[in-house]
């Protein structure tokens, strides 16, 4: 770090921003509680940079996932001010001279402070097997399996998923009714449904009241994707399909 | 072992329409529907009163105020609901033309633009009949 580049951070550390965060320590807290924490205003600084410091600088007892710090992993997906967001792409200078209330992600239970449980989830993912299913065939090791750019474009967008859960904490579906397959886990099964080198087929775990046809459509786990995915479309598109398939018993995908 | 304490689970937020603006719009675009089942329900029993010869009873019906009121409410709710769903149409219909996707716009103006194209000729047929 240069000179200058210190004194600037310097003097924006003179500027602090107040972290709302919640917390919850199982069998100390009945439920979660608010604690405020001031930490630096830093221009580059994202809310993770932010629970970074607390952690370091002012209560190691706080629990929280992150990874990559890149917006590639999807481990630190936390409500922002009341909006599901990844907080190392959620930069602190968004919300002015703050406060910045963050929670963990809604629609799952809490194992700690902003550590949410997604085993429910997993088992979900798991459910619509979201690998290249191939039939018949024992190929070997180096067989590859070409595809136009066209094949690749119709399932491109549904691959860019990292499973940071953001759909599911703003689907009110699935805040209502746990049970809903849920936006990312449809996508995904989208994702190898429109696949040309995938052979599976999803028709029973997707066509089902509490999979595509217990959305209702709100649509804001598209607009809360980080990774422009657009999960509303994968699940109203497999309604069409699911709906065709129905009357059309022969037809596939 | 001793068994890990378990997670808490968040109450059921039961105003959670109003926490957000796309949430109050999405329940309202819902709730519409009954306007628009009350539209169908309407335009059933004109139909009833002009195949059974009761068109003067039903006329006197429709023009009581409240009746006035009701459809006047079930247009506007209507026609949020029509928006709004046809704003929607471009998340379950993906149009290619040799491989260039149609934009959202498109779908939407040729569905706004159908639309009123049809209340056009509906209207003429209707607005004819009155001179």
């Known amino acids: 770090m240069t000179d200058t580049t210190q004194a600037v951070r310097q003097a924006a550390g003179t500027r602090t921003i107040r972290l709302e965060v919640a917390r919850y320590r199982p069998g100390q807290d009945a439920e979660p509680v608010f604690q405020g924490y001031d930490v630096p205003l830093m221009s580059d600084w994202a809310v993770l940079d932010g629970l970074n410091y607390i952690k370091d600088q002012l209560d190691g007892s706080l629990s929280y996932r992150w990874s990559c710090r890149m917006g590639v992993c999807g481990s630190c997906g936390m409500t922002v001010n009341g909006e599901a967001r990844l907080t190392c792409g959620t930069f602190l200078t968004e919300y002015g001279e703050g406060p910045v209330r963050i929670e963990p992600l809604k629609g799952f239970p809490v194992i700690r402070d902003l550590v949410v449980d997604i085993e429910e989830f997993l088992a979900k993912l798991t459910s619509v097997r979201p690998w290249l299913i191939r039939e018949g065939e024992d190929p070997p090791l180096t067989a590859e399996y070409a595809q136009t750019p066209e094949q690749l474009e119709a399932y491109k967008q549904y691959s860019m998923c990292i499973n940071c859960l953001l759909c599911y904490s703003a689907c009110p579906v699935y805040v209502l009714d746990p049970d809903f397959l849920g936006p990312a886990a449809i996508a995904l099964a989208q994702r190898y449904n429109l696949d040309s080198r995938d052979m599976g087929d999803r028709f029973d775990v997707l066509n089902q009241d509490d999979a595509v046809w217990g959305c209702t459509f709100v649509g804001e786990c598209t607009k809360v994707c980080p990774k422009h995915v657009d999960p509303a479309e994968a699940i109203q598109r497999y309604k069409l399909t699911a709906a065709l398939r129905s009357v059309l018993p022969w037809s596939r995908r | ?131």
């Open chain 2, 1 to 131: 072992m001793k068994a890990p304490p378990a997670a808490y689970r968040p109450r059921r937020d039961h105003l959670w329409f109003a926490r957000t603006r796309n949430y109050t719009i999405f329940v309202l675009r819902e709730l519409t529907s009954v306007f628009v089942a009350w539209s169908v329900v309407f335009l059933l029993l004109l139909a009833d009163a002009v195949l059974g010869g009761r068109l003067a009873g039903f006329a006197a019906l429709a023009a009581q105020p409240w009746m006035i009121a009701l459809n006047v409410l079930a247009l506007a709710a209507t026609c949020f609901h029509a928006v709004t769903f046809l704003n929607l149409a471009p998340k379950a219909t993906v149009v290619r033309l040799d491989g260039y996707r149609l934009p959202a716009w498109m779908i939407q103006g040729g569905n706004h633009s159908l639309w009123l194209a049809v209340s056009a000729v509906i209207a003429f047929f209707v607005l004819r009949g009155f001179h």
